[in-house]
């Protein structure tokens, strides 16, 4: 009798899988979010103010989400929350990890920021911010890097109230570097300034330096032609703001702008009647606005651009002329030997204002005023008033 065949042996247990983690569990979902809205990830980083190598090594849970990230992306995405969910998670998985590798011997710590430092470079930041309204932020922004970058390179978790004061600092000085940049036409480096801004803004508590970089995120997105983000971010402002009407005004404004791109001419009348209204409010009070000593020509030009932008946007030339008259207002105000950058960009949305309104000999006059080798968005404005002209 033949042996019979040995028994089969029982299949082995399937292999157990490790569950999957917070971080790629986010990575997943932000990827799956960010197609779903037919986005590619250089066309989110720039909306994020991240490069798209950030956005790639989050997605295949290669580097942690940035703090900022995670409810910057719901808004931009319509997430519904969801991400801003995940993150507790990956905090927590964060957290866990940390815990484990506190055992290892620690890496040399950045030498905390003293009292004195703080208040030098304080005082140096008012002296920069009065250089570039000068003469621009360009010639400075290295600088602005530089500080930012010692300021921000610094623990987070001291609570003394130098250190406290240090990381609001920080704050300020990106956005000041970020508006450097923006002068520059750097949109990329401008976004990725105003996005570590918000973030150590929002970490510390500093709601009006938040609201500012919301407004200077809103200005970036009306310069790049995208009225519904740059609606988005100013109302963000707003909501961000302290009750400090100055700063509710710089928001107005932002708001106008939005309005003025996407070509609807009542919600600009009104927004720009609030900024009026907000700024008075803010000079009868005292409170320093981010314009208090030109609150007036600030609003002559939000005026004549948003109405300038109007004519672009409806066709009617009612618009170029108003927006003609409150930009030679802003002119009379402005000493040019004072404030020269202002004074040429002015010039250059002038010119572009008139060629709108059918004055072809007053547009190319005022052109031909403007600095030769002008750069960022001098140079910017420049060709679109040229192209109005000769089209």
Same mark, same amino acid.
């Given at each position: 009798?033949?042996?019979?065949?040995?028994?089969?042996?029982?299949?082995?247990?399937?292999?157990?899988?490790?569950?999957?983690?917070?971080?790629?569990?986010?990575?997943?979902?932000?990827?799956?979010? /960010?197609?779903?809205?037919?986005?590619?990830?250089?066309?989110?980083?720039?909306?994020?103010?991240?490069? +798209?190598?950030? %956005?790639? =090594?989050?997605?295949?849970?290669? /580097? &942690?989400?940035?703090?900022?990230?995670?409810?910057?992306?719901?808004?931009?995405?319509?997430?519904?929350?969801?991400?801003?969910?995940? &993150?507790?998670?990956?905090?927590?998985?964060?957290? @866990?990890?940390?815990?484990?590798?506190? *055992? @290892?011997?620690?890496?040399?710590?950045?030498?905390?920021? +003293?009292?004195?430092?703080? $208040?030098?470079?304080?005082?140096?930041?008012?002296?920069? =911010?009065?250089?570039?309204?000068? %003469?621009?932020?360009? $010639?400075?922004?290295?600088?602005?890097?530089?500080?930012?970058?010692?300021?921000?390179?610094?623990?987070?978790?001291?609570? =003394?109230?130098?250190?406290?004061?240090?990381?609001?600092?920080?704050?300020?000085?990106?956005?000041?570097?970020?508006?450097?940049?923006?002068?520059?036409?750097?949109?990329?480096?401008?976004?990725?300034?105003?996005?570590?801004?918000?973030?150590?803004?929002?970490?510390?508590? +500093?709601?009006?330096?938040?609201?500012?970089?919301? *407004?200077?995120?809103?200005?970036?997105?009306? &310069?790049?032609?995208?009225?519904?983000?740059? !609606?988005?971010?100013?109302?963000?402002?707003?909501?961000?703001?302290?009750?400090?009407?100055?700063?509710?005004?710089?928001?107005?404004?932002?708001?106008?702008?939005?309005?003025?791109?996407?070509?609807?001419?009542?919600?600009?009348?009104?927004?720009?009647?609030?900024?009026?209204?907000?700024?008075?409010?803010?000079?009868?009070?005292?409170?320093?606005?981010? &314009?208090? *000593?030109?609150? +007036?020509?600030?609003?002559?030009?939000?005026?004549?651009?948003?109405?300038?932008?109007?004519?672009?946007?409806?066709?009617?030339?009612?618009?170029? =002329?108003?927006?003609?008259?409150?930009? $030679?207002?802003?002119?009379?105000?402005?000493?040019?030997?004072?404030?020269?950058?202002?004074?040429?960009? %002015?010039?250059?949305?002038?010119?572009?204002?008139?060629?709108?309104?059918?004055?072809?000999?007053?547009?190319?006059?005022?052109?031909?005023? !403007?600095?030769?080798?002008?750069?960022? /968005?001098?140079?910017?404005?420049? @060709?679109?008033?040229?192209?109005?002209?000769?089209?």
């Amino acid at each position: 009798m033949p042996p019979l065949p040995a028994p089969t042996p029982p299949p082995p247990p399937p292999p157990r899988t490790a569950p999957e983690s917070a971080r790629l569990r986010f990575g997943r979902r932000l990827r799956h979010w /960010r197609e779903a809205r037919g986005l590619s990830q250089a066309e989110f980083g720039r909306l994020l103010g991240y490069h +798209d190598s950030l %956005i790639s =090594r989050v997605e295949n849970a290669r /580097r &942690w989400p940035p703090p900022g990230m995670p409810a910057r992306a719901d808004e931009l995405l319509l997430a519904d929350g969801e991400l801003a969910g995940l &993150w507790q998670a990956v905090q927590r998985e964060r957290e @866990r990890l940390g815990e484990r590798a506190a *055992a @290892r011997p620690p890496l040399a710590a950045a030498a905390p920021p +003293d009292p004195a430092t703080v $208040e030098v470079l304080a005082h140096l930041l008012t002296v920069y =911010r009065a250089a570039a309204g000068r %003469i621009g932020g360009e $010639e400075f922004a290295a600088a602005l890097e530089h500080h930012a970058h010692t300021l921000l390179g610094r623990p987070r978790s001291d609570p =003394r109230e130098h250190l406290t004061a240090g990381r609001s600092l920080a704050a300020q000085y990106a956005e000041l570097a970020g508006w450097a940049h923006f002068e520059g036409d750097r949109h990329a480096r401008a976004l990725s300034w105003y996005a570590t801004g918000l973030e150590r803004a929002r970490a510390t508590g +500093d709601r009006a330096t938040a609201a500012e970089l919301l *407004a200077r995120q809103s200005t970036l997105y009306w &310069w790049h032609g995208d009225p519904a983000t740059a !609606l988005a971010l100013a109302e963000a402002a707003w909501a961000a703001s302290p009750p400090l009407p100055g700063l509710r005004a710089w928001s107005a404004v932002a708001q106008a702008h939005a309005h003025a791109l996407a070509g609807r001419a009542p919600q600009v009348r009104r927004t720009l009647a609030d900024a009026r209204r907000l700024t008075d409010a803010a000079l009868r009070s005292g409170e320093p606005t981010p &314009w208090s *000593a030109r609150a +007036d020509l600030v609003l002559a030009v939000a005026h004549g651009t948003c109405h300038r932008d109007l004519a672009v946007r409806t066709g009617r030339t009612v618009h170029a =002329r108003i927006a003609a008259a409150r930009l $030679e207002d802003a002119l009379r105000l402005l000493d040019p030997a004072a404030r020269p950058r202002d004074h040429a960009l %002015i010039t250059a949305r002038l010119a572009g204002a008139h060629a709108l309104a059918g004055r072809a000999e007053a547009a190319a006059a005022l052109l031909a005023r !403007l600095p030769p080798h002008a750069t960022g /968005r001098i140079a910017r404005e420049r @060709r679109r008033a040229e192209e109005w002209l000769h089209r």
